[in-house]
């Protein structure tokens, strides 16, 4: 019997009687991060990082039973130990290392191995089994040093504001957003945020994650106010009358997608930058060998392409059917290919 099943419900560890990211309400459960499709509402406890515990509060209800850990730190299910390792996603976010009598496998959640400066970088964990995305799982899919996209983003709004016109990003507003702001150049000018992201921020800066000031976007603002700023938005509030009564503006996405070919045009956007918190080609496949796992299941993404490449190269790898998508898809993709 595996340390892990895949079920109707989630990843189930029989020996402990509980569920990693579960999409149907349990027990138990423990969740890797506070993206919607790996913490769900509707289950009798939750255990997490410390650091996602306010983000879960905030997104779930605060009427959750939720059980906070720091990382590194061991929890014992019914014999089985678990424990929370950083996965560089965004703050808070972990792998769920999980060891029952001398196995050892774990469970990446989403990951990414450029340390953005905000989210606690991630450690690679030592095991026999190793559970990864694979959201970016195509050799074109490479990404360039943040730094170097920041400063693309950063000239941007200073050419936008020399020009009188309001910059409009769309980010998700749990990771992306503040990743973003964590790296805007604030001496360009003022950045306003929409309300759902400056209520995830306001929960960030409750617990001491450093944030650069921002302004919530109110209707009672007068359009000249936004002349020259830089705001940020998430993806649903783009191209809508929320952005028209900024004034006259240019919009841009900042995602892993923009990295496909036509897909500026597809969103109607006037720029894309390619950043993602999700690992590249070369990240997935150099954290895969770092882990030493034999054994590789692929849960979201390209899965059947990036498990055939994986056996390929000497792995037990299998792709997974499971309800999670990754957090980009909302951001970036038309309808037609969000289960893609």
Known sequence: MPLLEFTDKGMY???????????RPVRKALITHGHSDHARSGHAQYIATRLSIPVLKHRLGSFHHFQGV????????????????????????AQIRVEHKGEVWVVSGDYKTEDDGISTALDVQKCHTFITESTFGLPSFNWQPQQEIFGEINQWWADNQSKGLVSIISAYSLGKAQRLLSHLDTSIGQIFTHGAIEN??????????????????????ARDRFQGAMVIAP??????AWTRKLGPSVEAAVSGWMAIRGIKRRRNIDYGFILSDHADWRGLNDTI????????????GYTEIFANWLRHQGYDAQAVVTHFEGDEVEATLPQETMEG
């Open 13 to 23: 560890c029989r020996p402990a009687d509980c569920f990693i990211d579960p999409w």
């Open 70 to 93: 720091e990382y590194g730190e061991e929890v014992f299910v019914n014999g089985v130990r678990f424990s929370f390792h950083p996965a560089g996603h965004i703050v808070g976010s």
């Open 200 to 221: 995830t921020n306001a929960v960030l800066r409750a617990q001491g994650i450093d944030l650069p000031p921002t302004t919530k976007v109110e209707n009672s603002h």
């Open 235 to 240: 993806p649903s509030a783009m191209q809508s």
């Open 289 to 300: 060998r770092e882990t030493g796992a034999e054994r590789v299941y692929v849960t979201h």
